[in-house]
Structure formats: structure tokens, C-alpha cells
């Protein structure tokens, strides 16, 4: 059962992120991920993520797809125009990528090249527009296309950050666009998720949505202060940092705090999505015990 | 306001190393408030290259260096050999000059926004000359200047304590324009989707 049938059929999901390589060579990856192939049902391709140049997700979604691996292609607002955006994402379904991730993009100026000019040229919401409209055989000027695209069309949410009513607002127009289903940055604060799922059950546009909650296993303290520093949307609090660097094994303890994170966000998630994975073969090992 | 940053005299001197007769133009608005290319900096430029060897043939302060009357009549007083020009005006000045004589032009100054004036050179981005000004639906704030990302539906993921992902020490566009919508009763405005911005607006 592919990732849209499974999300559409309410089956809980279970995506996990990669980044392409920064090079050409995708075979220790590839292999990486077939490690896990049996547990995921979608691979989350990043574009460039943190701002940090790699190989084009649209290059690496296929090779995916080469490997019999599914993968969710991020697509961002950060390093293309209208014109590009567009002509990518024919490419994308002409080549047989079918899940997208529209994302705003991380600011250039996190990243490694931050002399670059930064495009957003169209925000998310517009690119969730955008690609609905070729969904529907029609380009952005609204001129009919030779042949549609039939995308699965996700995007992100951040329920971490103290402006939740400005990611709702956000997350509605989405949802109007043509959203399907919503991945969300990385949850250590639990309590905040939970308060936010029931916010947004409140709200009628936002009824039915499909949430994919976002989750880490920490490899360490450091780990865990270098995304507090250096990835924007992540919080982890500090009884997190505090409880592994009590910890006679921080790497165990790791696990068991992303399990518990994971008992408790599953029921009223339809899926969960790691992110930031720095071992498959942790990953591996702790998907089998899941 | 054209808001500029001097070049490093360094820099400077490295554009013009060919070159011997220089005449230095400065601009008495936005430059001269800037403290880039006022009398003052054209003199301490003039005092600086003549250290190095440089011969300053001529210098001059136009009132507003982009406007061309101006400058065709100040054409007119320069000497008549001279190998270079350096223009310590915004590049809209810079280039009033160089589209009307021939000789070869530099910049003494990077360009940078059209900004608000808070104290003698202490700016704020506040404008970035994108066309179509849209500040009306956004409660006087510009998203396309003031947010990292220019969006125009709502904040990105990476707002948080009304900071913004890429600096702490900066507003988030987007908590400013909530906030204030919210005050004026009116956030409802937001909540309409809005088109992709027209950049090239004739």
C-alpha cells in the first residue's frame, strides 16, 4: 500500500528524512535506507535543508524511486522562482515522483552559501496553490496544460513556536489550497502538541486533517544544544537536555525518550516522521522494536 | 531615503588603480544624511587619495545627484582632462552621471535600501523599492522588507517570542503586523489567500 493510500485509508504512517548527499554518489545512502525500507512508508527528500547545499531532491526522489523506495519530495520558495518551481514539478511527475512537501524554505542565511540571493519569489501557501492548479491541468497563469500532474500535496506546521495563531492562520490557507496532509517540525513538548491538536480540532477548515508528527532521537547533549542553537523551529526544553546528560547511557536514553514521545503523540496523530536521523541503523533497530 | 554604506578606501583605490586625475562627486541629499557623500566625506576622500598619490582634478556636492538637470549643468564645470570619475552618491546618482558622459565611472558607496531615519546614521530597512506597494493589507508593515522571507500569507515556522529565525535581536514582520491588526480589530484581513506578488509593475 503506497504512503497516499495508507494516509487516505487512516492507516498510521511512518515517513523518515533524508538528506542527498552533498556529491554524486547515492550508493551508501541508498543502502542506508533499505535498512529501513520495510518499516517506512515514505522517505521525506530535503531541498537543500538548513540552507546547506546537496544534490537536487528532484535528482534523488528519483533514484528513490529507482531503489523501490517511496519518497516524498521537499520542494521550497528559498532557492526558485514561479517559472522554475513550475517546470520542476512537471519534471517531478513526469519522472514519477507523486508526494511533495511544500515548504517555505530555512533563510539563507543559516546556511552555507549565505552570500546567495534568496528567491521567494511565491511563499508556501502559494506553492500549495500552484501545484493544486497543475493538479487541475492548469499552469499558474491559469493557461491549460498538455497534461496534469496528480500530486499528493503536503506541507509543515510548526506547533513548537509561541505565534501558533499565526501558523494556524497559515495552516487553514493551506488546508483551502489543497493540502492533504501536514508534517510537523520535531516534538519534545508534548503538552504543547497535544494543546495544539486540540486547537486545531476546534476549527472547522482544519477539521479531518492529517497530522504527521515530527520526531528525533537524540544522540546527545550536544546534539540536542545544537538544534536549540542551530535549527530554526526546534525546541527541545531543558528537563530533555537535562534528563540525557543524567544519563549513565545517553544514547539509550535517547530512545527511550523518543519512544515515549511516540506513545504519546501516536494516538492522536496519523503518523509520525523522523527527522535529523544521523544512524539508520539506529533507526533500524528501533523501528523493529516499535 | 537611499540609504549607502561608504567602500572600504581600500576598495576604492583598487577601482581606480589605473587611473591618476580622479574628480570626486558627492550628492547633498540622501548621501549627505548618510554621512557617505556629503562635503565632508568627498573632502576626507579627496585628502585620502592624494595621500596615496592621486590627483583630485575636481570635486563637487550636486544637491540631488539623480536628478540629471542638475548634473548636466554640473558636467559643465568639469576640467577638461581627467581620467575618472568616483561617485560618492547612491548608484541611481552614479549612474545619472555615467549615462551622460563617457569617461569611465566608479562607486565609492554599496547601495543599500530605502530606509527610514531613526538618529544621524542610524537607519531601518524599511523599503525595498519592489513595485506594487501592498502595506495597506498588512497594517502599514512591508512583509516583502520587513520579514527574512517576504511571505505574504503568514509567518514561517521559525517565528518565536516575536523574534525572527535569522537574528534574535530582530522583529518577526509577521508578529508585528498580527499584533497590530489585532489591535485595530481587523486580523480578519489576513485571512484571505493572497495572489503571488507582481514584481515588474510598470
Not at chain 1, 520542476?88 to 517555505?104: S, V, W
Not at chain 1, 494556524?168 to 516534538?187: N, V, Y
Request: hydrophobic share 40%.
Amino acid at each position: 500500500m503506497n504512503f497516499a493510500t495508507k494516509l487516505s485509508n487512516n492507516k498510521f504512517t511512518v515517513c523518515a528524512e533524508v538528506n542527498p548527499p552533498h556529491g554524486t554518489n547515492t550508493l551508501e545512502i541508498i543502502n542506508d535506507l533499505k535498512k529501513i525500507k520495510d518499516k517506512v512508508d515514505a522517505f521525506n527528500v530535503t531541498d537543500n535543508s538548513l540552507s546547506r547545499m546537496t544534490m537536487s531532491p528532484l535528482a534523488f526522489s528519483k533514484i528513490l524511486l529507482d531503489n523501490g523506495l517511496e519518497p516524498i519530495m521537499h520542494i521550497t520558495c528559498r532557492d526558485k522562482n514561479r517559472l522554475a518551481m513550475q517546470s520542476e514539478l512537471l519534471g517531478a511527475y513526469a519522472l514519477g515522483i507523486r508526494n511533495l512537501l511544500a515548504l517555505t524554505g530555512d533563510a539563507i542565511s543559516v546556511g552555507n552559501f549565505p552570500d546567495a540571493k534568496a528567491v521567494f519569489d511565491i511563499d508556501s501557501v502559494q506553492l500549495v496553490d500552484l501545484i493544486s492548479k497543475l493538479n487541475k491541468s492548469f499552469d499558474l497563469n491559469n493557461k491549460g496544460l498538455s497534461s496534469r500532474t496528480d500530486f499528493l500535496i503536503g506541507a509543515a506546521v510548526n506547533p513548537n513556536t509561541t505565534f501558533v495563531d499565526g501558523q494556524i492562520l497559515k495552516m487553514k490557507k493551506k488546508r483551502e489550497h489543497g493540502a492533504s496532509f501536514f508534517q510537523t517540525q520535531p516534538i519534545f513538548d508534548v503538552d504543547k502538541y497535544k494543546k495544539f491538536i486540540n486547537k486545531i480540532k476546534k476549527i472547522k477548515q482544519l477539521q479531518n486533517v492529517k497530522i504527521i508528527c515530527g520526531i528525533i532521537i537524540l544522540k546527545s547533549v550536544k546534539h540536542a544544544h545544537f538544534l536549540n542553537k542551530k535549527a530554526p523551529g526546534i525546541k527541545i526544553p531543558e528537563r530533555i537536555v537535562q534528563d540525557l546528560a543524567n544519563a549513565k547511557f545517553p544514547e539509550k536514553r535517547a530512545i527511550e525518550i523518543a519512544s515515549n514521545i511516540i506513545n504519546e503523540v501516536k494516538p492522536i496523530s496519523q503518523g509520525i516522521h523522523f527527522a535529523n536521523i544521523d544512524d539508520y541503523s539506529v533507526l533500524a533497530q528501533f523501528l523493529n522494536k516499535l | 531615503m537611499i540609504v549607502t554604506k561608504k567602500k572600504s578606501f581600500e576598495e576604492v583605490l583598487e577601482l581606480i588603480n589605473e587611473y591618476n586625475k580622479i574628480i570626486l562627486i558627492g550628492c547633498g541629499d540622501c548621501a549627505t544624511l548618510c554621512k557617505t557623500g556629503g562635503e565632508e566625506e568627498v573632502l576626507e576622500l579627496k585628502k585620502q587619495l592624494e595621500d596615496k598619490g592621486k590627483s583630485v582634478v575636481y570635486t563637487s556636492v550636486i544637491d540631488t545627484a539623480c536628478d540629471q538637470r542638475l548634473v548636466k549643468l554640473e558636467i559643465k564645470k568639469f576640467p577638461k582632462e581627467y581620467d575618472c570619475i568616483l561617485s560618492l552618491s547612491c548608484g541611481s546618482g552614479a549612474q545619472a552621471i555615467s549615462s551622460l558622459i563617457g569617461k569611465p565611472i566608479f562607486p565609492a558607496t554599496d547601495t543599500l535600501y530605502a530606509g527610514v531615519t531613526k538618529r544621524i546614521g542610524d537607519f531601518k530597512k524599511m523599503c525595498l523599492l519592489c513595485g506594487r506597494c501592498i502595506i495597506g493589507e498588512y497594517a502599514g508593515i512591508c512583509p516583502i522588507t520587513m520579514c527574512s522571507k517576504s511571505l505574504l500569507n503568514g509567518p514561517c515556522g521559525g517565528s518565536d517570542n516575536g523574534k525572527c529565525e535569522t537574528d534574535p535581536d530582530k522583529d518577526c514582520a509577521w508578529q508585528l503586523i498580527f499584533d497590530r491588526l489585532k489591535e485595530q480589530k481587523k486580523l480578519h484581513i489576513l485571512d484571505s489567500y493572497k495572489e503571488p506578488k507582481e514584481w515588474n509593475i510598470k
